[in-house]
């Protein structure tokens, strides 16, 4: 129930919100209104439930994933990597370069040690090495690139990564 859905979020309540996730109907749902809710995401908890259930079943979910790496914000910054892990866990159909494209997003974002931040850049990368084989071998170079780096975050989060895929 789109129109219920959009009544839902405008209450700014949690709950809410967590329901109008649910019950929109991602065939209607526009660039303009992903781009208005990413907006008002302010925990983590939002951002993983809309993204998971109602965002990444949308064409748009690609390009908007892309779009939001570079946010400051913390919680729309993890939006976007949220948004490649469900991509990458939920759609079956989109070849490996479209997720290839996400790699140097998450490496660049690989430094941001903001919590949710770096768990939505992670949930991200192992999410994608697990699709094949290539992007398995791909997402394991970058990760040992991150391992190997003089700075804790990207380290940590490279060696994280490089637990769960090898």
């Not at 989109?94 to 941001?112: M, V, Y």
Request: hydrophobic residues 45%; aromatic residues 10%.
């Amino acid at each position: 129930d789109h129109d219920l859905a959009l009544a839902l979020w405008k209450t700014g309540w949690y709950d809410a919100r967590t329901a109008a996730g649910y019950i929109d109907d991602p065939a209607l749902l526009t660039p303009a209104q992903m781009e208005k809710w990413c907006r008002h995401f302010h925990n983590w908890g939002i951002v993983d439930t809309v993204s998971f259930v109602l965002f990444d079943p949308t064409p748009h979910a690609f390009a908007k994933a892309a779009a939001w790496a570079g946010r400051r914000d913390e919680f729309q910054r993890r939006a976007s990597f949220v948004l490649m892990a469900c991509l990458a866990l939920h759609d079956k159909k989109t070849g490996d370069a479209e997720f290839r494209k996400f790699l140097p997003l998450a490496e660049k974002a690989a430094g941001d040690g903001r919590n949710f931040v770096k768990k939505g850049v992670s949930w991200a990368l192992r999410s994608i090495g697990r699709r094949s084989p290539a992007l398995h071998a791909a997402t394991v170079k970058l990760a040992q690139g991150l391992a190997d780096s003089d700075e804790a975050v990207p380290r940590s989060l490279g060696k994280e990564v490089l637990r769960e895929l090898t």
